[in-house]
T-cell receptor, first 114, second 110 residues
Framework: KAGVTQTPRYLIKTRGQQVTLSCSPISGHRSVSWYQQTPGQGLQFLFEYFSETQRNKGNFPGRFSGRQFSNSRSEMNVSTLELGDSALYLC?????????????FGEGSRLTVL | TQLLEQSPQFLSIQEGENLTVYCNSSSVFSSLQWYRQEPGEGPVLLVTVVTGGEVKKLKRLTFQFGDARKDSSLHITAAQPGDTGLYLCAGAPTGSRLTFGEGTQLTVNP
């Protein structure tokens, strides 16, 4: 079956702009979670959506937001970009939610903020 | 402070050598997972350990969960260049959400 698809794979933005990243989970998976990966901090949890509802949120400012659609596809948005937002953003899908079993990750969207 | 501390952070070895990486915490976990992430890709699950003292083998990889379920180790025998990648442990302490360690970046030189 098709894996987790993230778009775009690479993008460059400037400070103050906003960005929207998309994630299509594995068919049948209702949970999508988002992570920020940087060399110094590892994988940091952003939020999890399950059946269109945000189920959990990490310690990130309100500039980071997300949503999930009825087909389980998810988007995350970062507004007023800062240099420190440069990172690899990973999404993961799972059948029943984070912590209940295997997470299937996409290849990530690499964001560079200039 | 990371809930899961991984060591070493970086490891560069020659093909054929053995190695062990560690994942430690002061918290008790109901289970721990190990993922491997290769360049340009997302992490892929290698194993989940559930029972204290459990040992699982995946070809040349041996995973162990500590008796007290606070730590885990990954041992690779006769490492190969294809083992190169970032090894991440992940777990959820009771009542808390899943968290990842910072990872061990392994490079196996031919």
């Amino acid at each position: 079956k098709a894996g987790v698809t993230q778009t775009p794979r690479y993008l460059i933005k400037t400070r103050g702009q906003q960005v929207t990243l998309s994630c299509s989970p594995i068919s049948g998976h209702r949970s999508v979670s988002w992570y920020q990966q940087t060399p110094g901090q590892g994988l940091q949890f952003l939020f999890e959506y399950f059946s269109e509802t945000q189920r959990n949120k990490g310690n990130f400012p309100g500039r980071f937001s997300g949503r999930q659609f009825s087909n389980s596809r998810s988007e995350m948005n970062v507004s007023t970009l800062e240099l420190g937002d440069s990172a690899l953003y990973l999404c993961a899908s799972s059948l029943n939610g984070v912590g209940t079993g295997e997470l299937f990750f996409g290849e990530g969207s690499r964001l560079t903020v200039l | 402070t990371q809930l899961l501390e991984q060591s070493p952070q970086f490891l560069s070895i020659q093909e054929g050598e053995n190695l062990t990486v560690y994942c430690n915490s002061s918290s008790v976990f109901s289970s721990l997972q190990w993922y491997r992430q290769e360049p340009g890709e997302g992490p892929v699950l290698l194993v989940t350990v559930v029972t204290g003292g459990e040992v699982k083998k995946l070809k040349r990889l041996t995973f162990q969960f500590g008796d007290a379920r606070k730590d885990s180790s990954l041992h690779i025998t006769a490492a190969q260049p294809g083992d190169t990648g970032l090894y991440l442990c992940a777990g959820a302490p009771t009542g808390s959400r899943l968290t990842f360690g910072e990872g061990t970046q392994l490079t196996v030189n031919p």
